[in-house]
T-cell receptor, first 112, second 114 residues
């Protein structure tokens, strides 16, 4: 059973396109949700946190549906620099610890 | 503000040899994580420290992997003896609090076992 599941892609989209990534998680007690970005051969970096009310940061919009245990990331007006792997991350407490669980990532390539 | 520091950046060893990785988290971050990232996969948690105590090592292969965080600051991760399947990037991350906060990652150590 995969705890955090993502479509691995790759998503190949032209510049200016809108692209959406989805993620599902299995732990209904999860408390916090994030999208991280990882460039090739680099470390993951936080792109944005995800809140129940939905949140937007420029061209990026993240949404959370707790009932369906589903997280999404929408990128509008894609840029070449958006090419990366996007990791869905879920945080949950259990057995005295708080753990971040990563999905395998969705690879995006924005094409000129 | 200085980020998470890791060394070495790259390491190539033969199977059955031992290797150690070092991590210095962001100052003031009580929580430290070691992750293993195999090519094409997301990071997998190996061990989590809160200050100098282990709070989760359920996915650490304890027959060959060990980690410590003396004095609640720097941490080392050791593999002895290494196997071919240990080839991966080992990422150290830290966070300020235990719950509901993001983790900041170091650049990682790329280990190749031949």
């Amino acid at each position: 059973r995969k705890e955090v599941e993502q479509d691995p892609g790759p998503f190949n989209v032209p510049e200016g396109a809108t692209v959406a990534f989805n993620c599902t998680y299995s732990n209904s007690a999860s408390q916090s949700f994030f999208w991280y970005r990882q460039d090739c051969r680099k470390e993951p970096k936080l792109l944005m946190s995800v809140y129940s009310s939905g949140n937007e940061d420029g061209r990026f919009t993240a949404q959370l549906n707790r009932a369906s245990q589903y997280i999404s990331l929408l990128i509008r007006d894609s840029k070449l620099s958006d090419s990366a792997t996007y990791l869905c991350v879920v945080g949950a407490s259990g057995a005295g610890s708080y753990q971040l669980t990563f999905g395998k990532g969705t690879k995006l390539s924005v094409i000129p | 503000e200085a980020g998470v520091a890791q060394s070495p950046r790259y390491k190539i060893i033969e199977k059955r040899q031992s290797v150690a990785f070092w991590c210095n988290p962001i100052s003031g971050h009580a929580t430290l994580y070691w992750y293993q990232q195999i090519l094409g996969q997301g990071p997998k948690l190996l061990i989590q420290f809160q200050n100098n105590g282990v709070v989760d090592d359920s996915q650490l292969p304890k027959d060959r992997f060990s980690a410590e965080r003396l004095k609640g600051v720097d941490s080392t991760l050791k593999i002895q003896p290494a196997k071919l399947e240990d080839s991966a990037v080992y990422l150290c991350a830290s966070s300020f609090r235990r719950a509901s906060t993001e983790a900041f990652f170091g650049q990682g150590t790329r280990l190749t076992v031949v």
